[in-house]
């Protein structure tokens, strides 16, 4: 449990960079006043955002819920070692999310910028 400061103050990173993306394609989906002209990847983009947005802030709330029951003497360590781990599997996996899209987006930006 020494790591858990490290451990949440990256996966709080990780929910503010998810929750930037989210909101920029947010913005592209208000930009677009055709919804049926969006590209299919970017609706996906936005889907798997907000799967990957709401798992982030699901893991952050559960492991806060579970150092306040360890505070109120209902809770263990092991299940906050357990939370923490879960969160740290969902952070990896929103990390990977993002990384990909990050990937996407440069491609796509080179691919415009030659054509």
Known sequence: MHDLPADLRQLEVTTLHT???HAELEASFSSDSDSDSVAPELA???EETQRGLA???TA???????LRQLEAG???VEGV???LEAAREVQQAVDRLL?????MREALGE???AG
């Open 99 to 103: 990384a990909a899209r990050a990937e």
């Open 44 to 46: 996906e983009a936005h």
């Open 81 to 83: 070692t357990a939370e």
């Open 111 to 113: 691919g415009s910028r």
């Open 19 to 21: 929750r930037d993306y």
């Open 55 to 57: 798992a982030a802030v």
């Open 60 to 66: 952050l709330e559960r492991v806060r819920l579970e």
């Open 74 to 76: 209902a809770g263990t």
